[in-house]
């Protein structure tokens, strides 16, 4: 096939907390050299994280091209690559995928050949579900292994991680006690295995657990939220409990003195997916477990909502809005 000189991409030019820094707008497409791939992205799953690299939480060089996970059709290869070719169906986690085109290192530990037989709508729910999916599966394996009758919080449990956590830590046999802000989205966590649920809006949320777990407290906390509720995970934990903080949504953390987690021998990670999914042999064993387990009905995701690449902004505000439940995907070849 022909490839074009130029493509639309979906970039940040600076930091803000609003969107007037994000731009629709013309780029290169990327040359390859001998050991690279050139896919034609297909469907680009949104993410929260897009909303910390624009207002300044991660660190980016600008003009900074958005998107962190695609399905994607080979459309050009490197003369040393063997292991893929044109026409072959992948999914990937990489920067920049919020794009027509992307240029991927053949030997990309981050990247899956799928079926040739692969559907439409499986490329769709495949290229929206990489980041939440494995971010859950990792957390709750590498970061803290959960064990049944643990006692589990989980915040924001109807988002796109919150909803993987409460089904795998179901699976696992855990006490998964969901947080949400209205009742419908405390219903959909019921729906999805929770066995406690608690509005974080209306309710004492250190009350309650200790309610749900006979004063004990939680084995640990999953926080996305941030710096709103950093403290209510530190007060909701057992003696010994595990605080992962690994989002922002309220905003970035204040620096913890070291001696707050002494009085209850708590630990608290920062954890991020990439590091463990480079590990050898990591991504094809999260992989394969995520499609085992979606085979088998342990993982259940619906069918993400399709906007043009160019919607972007228009996606992300209704993401960052909080009112929302389900995953969001680009069209990228829809312009």
């Given at each position: 096939?022909?490839?074009?000189?130029?493509?639309?991409?979906?970039?940040?030019?600076?930091?803000s907390?609003?969107?007037?820094?994000?731009?629709?707008?013309?780029?290169?497409?990327?040359?390859i050299?001998?050991?690279?791939?050139?896919?034609?992205?297909?469907?680009?799953?949104?993410?929260?994280?897009?909303?910390?690299?624009?207002?300044?939480?991660?660190?980016?060089?600008?003009?900074?091209?958005?998107?962190?996970?695609?399905?994607?059709?080979?459309?050009?290869?490197?003369?040393?690559?063997?292991?893929?070719?044109?026409?072959?169906k992948?999914?990937?986690?990489?920067?920049?995928?919020?794009?027509?085109?992307?240029?991927?290192?053949?030997?990309?530990?981050?990247?899956?050949?799928?079926?040739?037989?692969?559907?439409?709508?499986?490329?769709?729910?495949?290229?929206?579900?990489?980041?939440?999916?494995?971010?859950?599966?990792?957390?709750?394996?590498?970061?803290?292994?959960?064990?049944?009758?643990?006692?589990?919080?989980?915040?924001?449990?109807?988002?796109?991680?919150?909803?993987?956590?409460?089904?795998?830590?179901?699976?696992?046999?855990?006490k998964?006690?969901a947080?949400?802000?209205?009742?419908?989205?405390?219903?959909?966590?019921?729906?999805?295995?929770?066995?406690?649920?608690?509005?974080?809006?209306?309710?004492?949320?250190?009350?309650?657990?200790?309610?749900?777990?006979?004063?004990?407290?939680?084995?640990v906390?999953?926080?996305?939220?941030?710096?709103?509720?950093?403290?209510t995970?530190?007060?909701?934990?057992?003696?010994?409990?595990?605080?992962?903080?690994?989002?922002?949504?309220?905003?970035?953390?204040?620096?913890?003195?070291?001696?707050?987690?002494?009085?209850?021998?708590?630990t608290?990670?920062?954890?991020?997916?990439?590091?463990?999914?480079?590990?050898?042999?990591?991504?094809?064993?999260?992989?394969?477990?995520?499609?085992?387990?979606?085979?088998?009905?342990?993982?259940?995701?619906?069918?993400?909502?399709?906007?043009?690449l160019?919607?972007?902004?228009?996606?992300?505000?209704?993401?960052?809005?909080?009112k929302?439940?389900?995953?969001?995907?680009?069209n990228?070849q829809?312009?």
């Open positions: 096939m022909s490839i074009p000189q130029t493509q639309k991409v979906v970039l940040i030019d600076g930091n907390d609003t969107f007037e820094v994000v731009k629709y707008a013309d780029s290169p497409v990327p040359k050299s001998s050991s690279d791939i050139l896919v034609k992205n297909l469907y680009a799953g949104v993410n929260f994280i897009e909303a910390y690299f624009r207002k300044g939480y991660y660190p980016a060089q600008f003009p900074y091209t958005l998107g962190r996970e695609a399905s994607a059709e080979v459309v050009q290869v490197g003369d040393e690559v063997t292991n893929y070719k044109v026409g072959d992948v999914i990937y986690t990489q920067a920049g995928s919020f794009a027509q085109y992307s240029k991927i290192d053949s030997k990309s530990p981050l990247m899956s050949k799928l079926p040739d037989n692969v559907t439409n709508e499986q490329l769709k729910l495949y290229g929206s579900m990489l980041i939440q999916t494995t971010t859950a599966y990792t957390f709750a394996e590498e970061t803290y292994n959960v064990q049944p009758n643990d006692y589990c919080l989980v915040w924001a449990a109807a988002g796109g991680v919150g909803q993987v956590l409460v089904q795998i830590l179901h699976a696992r046999g855990a998964v006690i947080l949400a802000s209205s009742d419908d989205k405390l219903q959909l966590s019921k729906e999805l295995g929770a066995d406690y649920v608690i509005n974080y809006k209306t309710e004492d949320v250190v009350a309650k657990v200790k309610e749900f777990t006979n004063g004990e407290g939680v084995r906390s999953f926080d996305s939220v941030g710096a709103a509720t950093w403290q995970s530190i007060d909701s934990l057992a003696v010994g409990g595990h605080f992962i903080s690994y989002g922002n949504s309220s905003g970035k953390v204040d620096p913890i003195s070291i001696y707050s987690l002494t009085p209850k021998c708590l608290l990670s920062r954890p991020t997916r990439d590091p463990y999914m480079r590990l050898p042999g990591k991504y094809d064993y999260y992989f394969g477990k995520i499609l085992g387990d979606l085979d088998t009905g342990v993982l259940k995701l619906p069918q993400p909502q399709e906007y043009k160019g919607d972007y902004v228009e996606v992300a505000k209704l993401l960052e809005s909080g929302t439940t389900g995953k969001f995907v680009l990228c829809d312009i």
